[in-house]
């Protein structure tokens, strides 16, 4: 894997000096400097919370922990766990592997807490007992399913922190915009099956949460409702 990024990179390195010879005469300065950023780093932006990332020293334990006070009361499967593997998934896949972060499952946390105590108990608190150096912590304010008795559409409301366990000290933290999905065109539930829609919806929300934490390609948020479309 390293080697074919190292390959593509040289590609994109030889493609780069290249280009610049031509566009410096042609278009200025300006252009080709565009253009090497893009030829570097492709489509990538980098996240909000890049430097805090970055700062995260190497082999530490890190934990999701996504808690709501209205846990039963959202359908089909709690959201609170599954948000909490599908985001554990996608910051694992997609963190600086150099880094070796541990990742502590969801049912070890599970395993520790109960509903009292996912409600009532600090993340820094939940962290230490697990072990973890940092902890995702992920507040689940609002969460639906359904846009109408006849459609399906996801509706949630987020805040995300990041706490260093030994301090209690919130690294950053967030209060996302509500994540609407699919964003313009509701499915009908004759189309889906719940627990299917569920399952796309909370995958989705999370790489909405964790776009905050490492690199992500903005066209990707573009047209989401066609997602939904190749489903069915």
Same mark, same amino acid.
């Not at 780093?41 to 430097?51: I, W």
């Not at 990332?53 to 359908?75: A, D, N, W």
């Not at 499967?77 to 880094?99: H, I, Q, W």
């Given at each position: 894997?390293?080697?074919?990024?190292?390959?593509?990179?040289?590609?994109?390195?030889?493609?780069?000096?290249?280009?610049?010879?031509?566009?410096? $005469?042609?278009?200025?300065? /300006? &252009?080709?400097?565009?253009?090497? /950023?893009?030829?570097?780093?492709?489509?990538?932006?980098?996240?909000?919370?890049?430097?805090?990332?970055?700062?995260?020293?190497?082999?530490?334990?890190?934990?999701?922990? %996504?808690?709501? =006070?209205?846990?039963?009361?959202?359908?089909?499967?709690?959201?609170?766990?599954?948000?909490?593997?599908?985001?554990?998934?996608?910051?694992?896949?997609?963190?600086?592997?150099?880094?070796?972060?541990?990742?502590?499952?969801?049912?070890?946390?599970?395993?520790?807490?109960?509903?009292?105590?996912? /409600? &009532?108990?600090?993340?820094?608190?939940?962290?230490?007992?697990?072990?973890?150096?940092?902890?995702? $912590?992920?507040?689940?304010?609002?969460? &639906?399913?359904?846009?109408?008795?006849?459609?399906?559409?996801?509706?949630?409301?987020?805040?995300?922190?990041?706490?260093?366990?030994?301090?209690?000290?919130?690294? %950053?933290?967030?209060?996302? =915009?509500?994540?609407?999905?699919?964003?313009?065109?509701?499915?009908?539930?004759?189309?889906?099956?719940?627990?299917?829609?569920?399952?796309?919806?909370?995958?989705?929300?999370?790489?909405?949460?964790? %776009? %905050?934490?490492?690199?992500?390609?903005?066209?990707?948020?573009?047209?989401?409702? &066609?997602?939904? /479309?190749?489903?069915?």
């Amino acid at each position: 894997m390293a080697k074919t990024e190292n390959h593509v990179r040289s590609v994109r390195i030889v493609a780069l000096a290249l280009l610049l010879m031509m566009l410096v $005469g042609v278009s200025g300065c /300006a &252009n080709a400097l565009f253009t090497a /950023a893009y030829l570097i780093k492709g489509n990538d932006v980098d996240p909000e919370f890049k430097k805090e990332i970055k700062e995260i020293p190497k082999h530490s334990k890190m934990v999701v922990i %996504c808690r709501s =006070p209205y846990q039963t009361l959202f359908g089909i499967d709690d959201p609170s766990k599954m948000l909490s593997v599908a985001l554990t998934k996608a910051l694992s896949d997609k963190l600086d592997e150099k880094k070796k972060l541990e990742w502590i499952p969801i049912d070890k946390v599970d395993s520790f807490f109960d509903e009292s105590e996912y /409600a &009532n108990e600090s993340f820094e608190k939940m962290g230490a007992k697990l072990g973890a150096d940092y902890v995702f $912590g992920v507040d689940i304010d609002s969460f &639906n399913i359904h846009h109408s008795p006849q459609y399906l559409q996801g509706k949630a409301h987020v805040n995300v922190r990041l706490v260093k366990v030994d301090t209690g000290e919130i690294v %950053c933290s967030k209060s996302l =915009p509500q994540y609407v999905y699919p964003p313009n065109t509701p499915v009908a539930v004759g189309d889906m099956l719940e627990e299917r829609f569920q399952t796309l919806y909370t995958v989705k929300l999370a790489d909405e949460i964790g %776009c %905050c934490f490492y690199p992500y390609d903005p066209h990707e948020k573009v047209a989401l409702d &066609n997602d939904v /479309a190749r489903m069915r």
